[in-house]
T-cell receptor, first 113, second 114 residues
Framework: AQSVTQPDIHITVSEGASLELRCNYSYGATPYLFWYVQSPGQGLQLLLK??????LVQGIKGFEAEFKRSQSSFNLRKPSVHWSDAAEYFC???????????FGAGTILRVKS | SQTIHQWPATLVQPVGSPLSLECTVE??????LYWYRQAAGRGLQLLFY??????ISSEVPQNLSASRPQDRQFILSSKKLLLSDSGFYLC?????????????FGSGTRLTVV
């Protein structure tokens, strides 16, 4: 069965520092992968997605993610974090049956000034 | 453009009372519709999804039910709420066969059962 693991429940970084949020997936075929962000009390916003082609994908708000098939990973990165990036981040993999997204447990990002 | 509306934004209900949360989508037709629940620190759990009017699939056995009386309307219900039903409920939609759009989420309903 498809699954998504986000090993880090909480991450704290200083403003201006680089960021990497980890995501590992389990899926038998080529995965469709997504990253979403959720500000407190809000719905989820799509940051970026990977379907095929270039393994480095660019998203909104300066985020990027790299698909590594050999490591079954799809880590999210940002070169310089802003205080407004503090939020919860979810990785997700598409499950063909039922056209469903399976989400990881999320990583809460805290930004120190 | 497509929009998704979810209401109410917050709700406090006593144990044993009924529940009805509504979600509507505008600007598209025949969407896939989803209800997720987000309990504190527990990520997103898919509760129900629907690929058409009257077609509901349940992911987990629970105290809740869902209905889709119209193409762009998705309702989450309960006859008698439990304390464990508290959480943040999110509705989402996607285009059938066009995964490139991903999911679009509503702004959520914070349900507190007291």
């Amino acid at each position: 069965a498809q699954s998504v693991t986000q090993p880090d429940i909480h991450i704290t970084v200083s403003e201006g520092a680089s960021l990497e949020l980890r995501c590992n997936y389990s899926y038998g075929a080529t995965p469709y992968l997504f990253w979403y962000v959720q500000s407190p009390g809000q719905g989820l916003q799509l940051l970026l997605k990977y379907f095929s082609g270039d393994t480095l994908v660019q998203g909104i708000k300066g985020f990027e993610a790299e698909f590594k098939r050999s490591q079954s990973s799809f880590n999210l990165r940002k070169p310089s974090v802003h205080w407004s990036d503090a939020a919860e981040y979810f990785c997700a993999v598409y499950m063909e049956y039922g056209n469903k997204l399976v989400f990881g447990a999320g990583t809460i990002l805290r930004v120190k000034s | 453009s497509q929009t998704i509306h979810q209401w109410p934004a917050t709700l406090v209900q006593p144990v044993g009372s009924p529940l009805s949360l509504e979600c509507t989508v505008e600007g598209t037709s025949n969407p896939n519709l989803y209800w997720y629940r987000q309990a504190a620190g527990r990520g997103l759990q898919l509760l129900f999804y629907s690929v058409g009017i009257g077609q509901i699939s349940s992911e987990v056995p629970q105290n809740l039910s869902a209905s889709r009386p119209q193409d762009r309307q998705f309702i989450l219900s309960s006859k008698k709420l439990l304390l464990s039903d508290s959480g943040f409920y999110l509705c989402a939609w996607s285009l059938q066969g066009l995964l490139g759009y991903g999911y679009t989420f509503g702004s959520g309903t914070r349900l507190t059962v007291v």
